[in-house]
């Protein structure tokens, strides 16, 4: 009876593994929904309430799409960063204006307020985000008078998961972080871990985009506030 008892333990240990390691195969596709909150009102810059309060990140194949939609769609960027590509893109579509502003997978595009952390300080501090168990990282950036709290989770099975952003330095997914973009903060809280497919046209550059460069951008930005 002791014998079929440790047997069953054993077998049990090896399907709880087999189970995990599926699991960790699965978690390579999928899609996280973030809400978007702003620290800056709409009275003091009219622009807010034209922002996302949602992104959409993708990733398949340890490929990355992020999409965020303003009010009506009259504003979206798209981010896309294969894992296997020398270069990323951000497309920007601004009413009837589509650009692709490609860059270097190993720099940060100019949307960001940020230069690369130049020290993270990791913390014993946990917590449970979307279902997910989350380590916190205090980010510290040059020129940022204040660290950044950034919980991240180190069970969804991604390479690289926040390239071109200044905290690639972070090897998990993050769930709830602050970044500044366009001189704007923003803080990202993830709301949604869905595991299902994902349609490989998340990672296309459409036709109808053209390349600009940061310039030309920031031009549209500046017009449509």
């Known amino acids: 009876m002791k014998h079929t008892t440790l047997i069953l333990i054993i077998l049990h ?16 596709e999928g899609t996280i929904t973030y809400k978007v909150c702003y620290e800056t009102s709409e009275d003091s ?11 959409e990140y993708k990733f398949k194949n340890n490929n990355i799409s ?30 009837n204006n589509k650009m692709n502003y490609e860059f270097s997978s190993k720099e940060i595009p100019f ?54 952003t200044p905290f690639s330095k972070i090897n998990g997914v993050m769930l709830e972080f602050e970044t500044t ?8 809280s993830a709301q949604n871990v869905n595991l299902t497919p994902v349609n490989e046209n998340a990672f296309i550059i459409p036709s109808d985009y053209v390349k600009s ?11 449509f506030k």
């Open 181 to 188: 973009m366009n001189k704007i903060k923003a803080k990202f």
């Open 45 to 55: 810059n009219p622009i807010v309430a034209l922002l996302p309060t949602q992104v």
């Open 66 to 95: 992020v999409l965020s939609e303003g009010y009506l769609g009259f504003f979206s960027t798209r981010f896309i960063s294969k894992i296997d590509e020398p270069n990323s893109s951000i497309l920007f579509k601004i009413l």
């Open 111 to 164: 949307i960001y307020n940020h230069k690369l952390a130049t020290k993270i300080k990791y913390l014993k501090t946990d917590k449970v985000i979307a279902g997910y168990k989350c380590k916190l990282a205090r980010v510290f950036i040059e020129d940022v008078p204040n660290p950044i709290d950034v919980y991240y989770t180190e069970d969804i099975h991604l390479e690289n998961p926040n390239r071109n």
């Open 213 to 223: 460069d940061a310039e030309t951008i920031l031009k549209y930005v500046l017009s």
């Open 13 to 28: 240990l090896f399907i709880s593994c087999s189970s995990k390691s599926d699991k960790v195969k699965a978690d390579a």
